[in-house]
Nanobody, 115 residues
Framework: QVQLIESGGGLVQAGGSLRLSCAASGINFSINPIGWYRQAPGRQREWVATLTTTGSTIYADAAKGRFTGSRDSAKKTVYLQMNSLKPEDTAVYYC?????????WGQGTQVTVSS
């Protein structure tokens, strides 16, 4: 069974940092990429970054230069280090994966950036 559990969100001032975690079970990072998405109030969910099966990370333009993805295969956890946060980064952040044609989402973690 695939399960994704996000953590690490919180309230931070603009310019601050947070590290989000996504603990995964039932998947293999070498086979299943992990995506980070976010959804702000009144807006559609948008893609933020993807940790590929090779361990590299690709980023949306909004995340480039400020966010860094990583993974710890032993802990079965992926991370999203977010620096230089802006109020427009305020959203619920989700991790996502696909396995055997099915898509899985975590419950999300709230990130709030105050100005």
């Amino acid at each position: 069974q695939v399960q994704l559990i996000e953590s690490g969100g919180g309230l931070v001032q603009a310019g601050g940092s947070l590290r989000l975690s996504c603990a995964a079970s039932g998947i293999n990072f070498s086979i299943n990429p992990i995506g980070w998405y976010r959804q702000a109030p009144g807006r559609q969910r948008e893609w933020v970054a993807t940790l590929t099966t090779t361990g590299s990370t690709i980023y949306a333009d909004a995340a480039k230069g400020r966010f860094t993805g990583s993974r710890d295969s032993a802990k079965k956890t992926v991370y999203l280090q977010m620096n230089s946060l802006k109020p427009e980064d305020t959203a619920v952040y989700y991790c996502n994966t696909r396995r055997a044609g099915l898509e899985y989402w975590g419950q999300g973690t709230q990130v709030t950036v105050s100005s």
